[in-house]
Nanobody, 126 residues
Framework: QVQLVESGGGLVQPGSSLRLSCEAS????????IGWFRQAPGKEREGVSA????????YYTEPVKGRFTISRDNAKNTVYLQMNNLKPEDTAVYYC???????????????????WGQGTQVTVSS
């Protein structure tokens, strides 16, 4: 089972950018679809974006479409989430997670992902 570690969170002003990283501390990310999720205080965890391990297809939920970009670099064993034009409502703990190897995926649903990182805090505030 792959072990995931997120990094790159921080405190930024509205309109700023951040790039989150999801690295495999143990095992290879290559066969795993990877999803990004977030959880704001008092709210349920929600999907943000996902990337396929079969064809590199990418998926985004409506709140982030056009602002966030997911990518993977299998040579570096890392998946990235580039977040541009950040808004206060993007404030949350961001998690990456792995689905079953070579699974066919679409939009990220929490129930489809089995291995989770510890999360990284993103705060957008002026």
């Amino acid at each position: 089972q792959v072990q995931l570690v997120e990094s790159g969170g921080g405190l930024v002003q509205p309109g700023s950018s951040l790039r989150l990283s999801c690295e495999a501390s143990e095992g290879s990310l290559d066969p795993y679809p990877i999803g990004w999720f977030r959880q704001a205080p008092g709210k349920e965890r929600e999907g943000v974006s996902a990337i396929s391990s079969i064809d590199g297809g990418t998926y985004y939920t409506e709140p982030v479409k056009g602002r966030f970009t997911i990518s993977r670099d299998n040579a570096k064993n890392t998946v990235y989430l580039q977040m541009n034009n950040l808004k206060p409502e993007d404030t949350a703990v961001y998690y990456c997670a792995a689905a079953a190897p070579r699974a066919r995926i679409g939009l990220p649903w929490v129930k489809d992902y089995k291995s989770w990182g510890q999360g990284t805090q993103v705060t957008v505030s002026s």
